[in-house]
């Protein structure tokens, strides 16, 4: 099993996911994120190992962020599920702006 490289930073966020396997797309609740990946919580199970897109906003940036990420797992937490994925289309760019928001939030604690 993969270890994440960097600490994610606690967030309160809504996102939308789009499983193209299960053909649904869901308002979820980010919990937590860094430039690797994130933590949400929501009403369906994803599979271990399917591919989800998620589209997401963060506080202070402009840019909305859309990228295909791996589902690593997700655990049943009535009546919701949570769901740890990994990013993987996120460009440099992009993953530099998230890097950026949560060594910021880190600094304001």
Do not use: Y
């Not at 960097?6 to 939308?16: P, S, T």
């Not at 994803?46 to 202070?60: A, C, E, N, Q, W």
């Amino acid at each position: 099993m993969e270890r994440r490289l960097q600490d994610r930073k606690e967030i309160d966020l809504l996102g939308l996911v789009i499983d193209d396997t299960q053909k649904t797309e869901d308002s979820v609740e980010i919990l937590n994120i860094n430039e690797g990946g994130m933590l949400f919580v929501g009403k369906r199970k994803k599979k271990t190992g399917s591919l989800v897109t998620i589209t997401f906003s963060l506080p202070g940036i402009s840019a909305t962020f859309k990228t295909t990420a791996l589902v690593v797992h997700c655990t049943p937490e009535w009546p919701l599920f949570r769901t740890g994925i990994q990013f993987k289309s996120l460009g440099l760019a992009e993953r530099k702006l998230i890097r950026t928001f949560t060594n910021n939030e880190h600094q304001n604690r």
